[in-house]
């Protein structure tokens, strides 16, 4: 009889229910088995976890030889839902942990960045897993239905012209495929900043749009009114903070990593409109 494997076969994706655990999911689709772990399950074969409480987490990893983790976003606590995954990680015998993290981590003046630091900072020390870490700028896609042409007005409550290196989604995605199917043999202890091809604002931004927009700034107060209701206070302090940090700095990344790990420049803004 032959002996059982070393370590499991599949590839989990914790959160992939959201846009980048979806693109994920289907950058994979036919290059390994994937495990869609998720909050609630909806798709035969999903795998429903409580990050909260870690329940079903260690049923979901076990067999598994690569978790990519997806946080969800502006939590009021990620290092916790992180220490949960690890633990679990480590019981599953999971080999490799890719933490989605962002560019700019340890950024004091906001909050849910400096979270994704500590993140990383645990990542580096618990020990029993070998991990890969990813700092995925902004997604040129949170504009896209500006760039698609599916709406005329944009408001955003930071400065038009403050410096942005969006990064399509598809890319990011294929890129965490690459160091999930690869693993950790080839990307432990691997951090990879991954910025699109250009800095511009989301002026020039909406100027490249399938349906060129005139964006206009509003207050962050007006921002949370229209936008933010159904959002928490930590979560809309987080927000505010983030788009106070974006007004004075913009929020720049380098791509050389990216385009290193596509083999490829990576997608800019007006590619990503021409293949719309």
């Known amino acids: ?27 994979l689709e036919g290059r390994s088995s994937v495990r869609r772990v998720v909050h609630t399950a909806r798709r035969t074969g999903d795998r429903a976890v409580d990050l909260e409480t870690g329940a079903g987490l260690i049923d979901a990893l076990s067999g598994c030889r690569g978790v990519y983790f997806i946080a969800p976003n502006v939590h009021p606590d990620e290092p916790a839902l992180l220490r949960r995954v690890l633990v679990a990680a480590v019981e599953a015998g999971v080999d490799h942990v890719v933490y989605h993290s962002v560019a700019w981590p340890y950024t004091p003046e906001m909050p849910h960045h400096l979270d994704k ?55 990011v995605a294929e890129a965490a495929a690459r160091v999930l199917v690869e693993g950790a043999a080839v990307h432990h202890g691997a951090t990879y900043e991954l910025g699109g091809p250009e800095a511009i604002g989301v002026r020039q931004l909406c100027e490249q749009a399938v349906r060129p927009v005139n964006p206009t700034r509003i207050s962050v107060a007006e921002w949370e009114e229209r936008h933010a209701q159904s959002l928490s206070g930590d979560a809309r302090a987080r927000l505010a903070a983030m788009f106070d940090f974006y007004d004075r700095h ?10 290193g790990l596509l083999g490829r420049a990576p997608l800019g803004v007006a590619e990503l409109v021409r293949a719309m």
């Open 117 to 171: 630091a500590r993140c990383e900072d645990m990542l580096h020390t618990f020990g029993g897993v070998q991990w890969t870490v990813l700092q995925p700028c902004v997604y040129a896609e949170n504009f896209g239905d500006v760039l698609d042409g599916s709406v005329d007005t944009l408001e955003v409550p930071y400065d038009l012209d403050a410096p942005f290196s969006f990064v399509a989604l598809a890319d």
């Open 1 to 27: 009889m032959a002996s059982a494997p070393a370590s499991g076969v599949d590839l989990a994706v914790i959160g992939a229910a959201g846009k980048t655990g979806t693109a994920l999911v289907s950058a």
């Open 250 to 259: 913009g929020f720049a990344a380098g791509s050389a990593q990216l385009r």
